[in-house]
């Protein structure tokens, strides 16, 4: 139709110019006469090219979103939480790490994760845990006095299954909010994945809170925690970080253990005696965001092997993330104040958000790095 318009257009438009009105002349117009396209359709212009986002700009929206609704940055683990939770009393469990009591179950949702020597060659986890509600948590095992000394430093209900005698005169002498699976009605032996006595006693957070209520021990925590980036950032060049892929632990000629840092994830990967560490409930890899390794000395008590490992006063350490390592110092005042931890300036280190594994390690343990 449009085609059979042109045509007819044409020819008037040439009778026109041919002849015009009477005694004037009419002159070609200037520009041709444009074609009318035969598709009714109009052309739309090309889509824009999508602008890429930024992740982190992204993230830091969401973060700022937090804020404005009344969310705290926690000081165990850096992320975003609301205010009861920020004022809740943090919890610490005794992990038993024997053998035939791998692996352990709820450790991923801890804050922070201390790791010590105990009786030869084996060693034990004690980790933080303050907002998250693991729904199995164990096996759970002994205490030992140097582990008491880092409990109270988060003012924490502290959680185990017995202990050596000088650590249960401890826990008296320093008036401790403790929960004793020996006498507490809140745990439960496990049999479902073949552990047996002494390495299969299980509880989970909701059954610690209730025996926390039960005693009377107080809900909110008073302690001094840590900063934490909105982020996770480099290590600021001035302290001359090295790259650090890989840091490999030998506790002794049984035991070892391996972080892998994964770049993609920014985050490095725990291995146990070369095997990936994996939670027993949650099947999740155990990961670190942070690592610390504070260097000390141990001495040997008796013929049973029980250890007495120096945790006050001060020492070198090296702090490990997002693919990077630092030489670092650390100072503990007393048995119930904060362990500081800070760069060779004496600026307080700023963690990177997500967990802290924090690596106790004494003279006869043998600490190797893998740079690319």
Not at 58 to 85: C, H, M, R, T
Not at 126 to 143: L, N, T, Y
Not at 204 to 210: G, H, L, V, Y
Request: aromatic letters at 14%.
């Amino acid at each position: 139709m449009r085609k059979s318009l042109y045509f007819i257009l044409l020819i008037v438009l040439i009778i026109s110019t041919s002849c015009g009105a009477e005694g004037e002349k009419i002159e070609e117009p200037e520009e041709p006469i444009q074609e009318v396209p035969e598709d009714d359709e109009t052309e739309e212009p090309e889509d824009e090219e999508e602008q890429e986002i930024d992740p982190r700009e992204e993230a830091l929206k969401v973060i700022e979103d937090l804020k404005d609704k009344g969310y705290i940055q926690s000081n165990l683990n850096g992320s975003y939480i609301e205010e009861d939770s920020f004022n809740l009393r943090p919890v610490t469990v005794m992990y038993d790490n024997h053998p035939y009591a791998r692996w352990q179950a709820g450790i991923v949702m801890a804050d922070i994760v201390y790791e010590f020597e105990v009786e030869y060659p084996f060693t034990r986890y004690m980790a933080v845990f303050q907002d998250k509600k693991p729904e199995h948590i164990g096996p759970v095992r002994s205490a030992r006095p140097y582990y008491l000394i880092h409990a109270l430093e988060y003012d924490s209900i502290y959680v185990h299954v017995g202990g050596s005698n000088d650590a249960m005169a401890k826990i008296k002498d320093y008036y401790m909010a403790d929960v004793d699976g020996l006498y507490s009605g809140n745990f439960w032996r496990y049999y479902d994945t073949g552990k047996s006595i002494p390495n299969n006693m299980y509880t989970d957070m909701e059954n610690i809170r209730e025996a926390q209520n039960f005693y009377g021990y107080r809900l909110n925590g008073e302690f001094e925690g840590y900063e934490f980036n909105d982020l996770t950032e480099p290590i600021n060049q001035d302290y001359e970080p090295v790259n650090c892929i890989d840091i490999n632990i030998i506790f002794n000629p049984h035991y070892e253990i391996d972080f892998s840092y994964n770049k993609d994830e920014e985050i490095y990967i725990r291995y146990v005696n070369g095997e990936k560490q994996i939670d027993e409930y949650y099947e999740n890899d155990v990961k670190a965001t942070n690592i610390i390794v504070l260097k000390t000395t141990k001495r040997v008590l008796d013929d049973v092997g029980r250890l007495a490992i120096d945790s006050i006063g001060q020492g070198e350490g090296i702090y490990i993330t997002k693919g990077q390592k630092v030489d670092i110092t650390w100072e503990k005042n007393s048995y119930n104040t904060k362990t500081f931890f800070y760069y060779k300036n004496g600026e307080e280190i700023v963690f990177n958000p997500g967990q802290t594994w924090i690596e106790v390690t004494t003279q006869d343990t043998s600490i190797n790095y893998e740079e690319e």
